[in-house]
T-cell receptor, first 113, second 114 residues
Framework: DTAVSQTPKYLVTQMGNDKSIKCEQN?????MYWYKQDSKKFLKIMFS???????INETVPNRFSPKSPDKAHLNLHINSLELGDSAVYFC????????????FGEGSWLTVV | AQSVTQLGSHVSVSEGALVLLRCNYSSSVPPYLFWYVQYPNQGLQLLLK??????LVKGINGFEAEFKKSETSFHLTKPSAHMSDAAEYFC????????????FGTGTQLKVEL
């Protein structure tokens, strides 16, 4: 059983489209995250939710909207996709307390053409 | 603000040689430090972490790291490299009050040669 699973793994779409990436964790964690890895492999946090409540919201364009229907799911919706949105998006989860291991999904490769 | 610097974006070693990947952190409060490994087209896997207590931390696959406060370092080592160790390695830091948010270094690509 995959601990943190995200779909789709690969996504190619045209500029201006709207797309969603779904994430689910079966680890019983209360906190979930979205990280973005750019073409230079730099990783940066985008959002974090704890028990469905947004607790971290980095400087991310409003076109990106996370949604957490329950603490096991955190989806990422992106409106009006731009070329610069091409990246790998990683979902992750952990228990909230500091120092707990953050477990990452396999990543979703988004290519905007 | 907390930050992590990984010296050397690419490191190449011979199989059986010592692996040393460097990580220095900047933090105004006690840091919690992590090393993650990323194999091609895969997610990140935790190798080891330092939170409190013993400063020499052992992780998976024979890796270990030592937290040195005086040097603000958390270098990753492995006595003998294996071909399967070839991957991208990321050092990361978080801290009390940081919401368990990881700040990553820029990564080091490890190449293992025969």
């Amino acid at each position: 059983d995959t601990a943190v699973s995200q779909t789709p793994k690969y996504l190619v779409t045209q500029m201006g489209n709207d797309k969603s990436i779904k994430c689910e964790q079966n680890l019983g964690h209360d906190t979930m995250y979205w990280y973005k890895q750019d073409s230079k492999k730099f990783l940066k946090i985008m959002f974090s939710y704890n028990n469905k409540e947004l607790i971290i919201n980095e400087t991310v364009p409003n076109r990106f909207s996370p949604k957490s229907p329950d603490k096991a799911h955190l989806n990422l919706h992106i409106n009006s996709l731009e070329l610069g949105d091409s990246a790998v998006y990683f979902c992750a989860s952990s228990l909230r307390d500091l120092g707990n291991t953050i477990y990452f999904g396999e990543g979703s490769w988004l290519t905007v053409v | 603000a907390q930050s992590v610097t990984q010296l050397g974006s690419h490191v190449s070693v011979s199989e059986g040689a010592l692996v040393l990947l460097r990580c220095n952190y900047s933090s105004s409060v006690p840091p919690y430090l992590f090393w993650y490994v990323q194999y091609p087209n895969q997610g990140l896997q935790l190798l080891l972490k330092y939170t409190t207590g013993a400063t020499l931390v052992k992780g998976i696959n024979g890796f270990e790291a030592e937290f040195k406060k005086s040097e603000t370092s958390f270098h990753l080592t492995k006595p003998s490299a294996h071909m399967s160790d070839a991957a991208e390695y990321f050092c990361a830091v978080t801290y009390l009050g940081g919401g368990n948010k990881l700040t990553f270094g820029t990564g080091t690509q490890l190449k293992v040669e025969l």
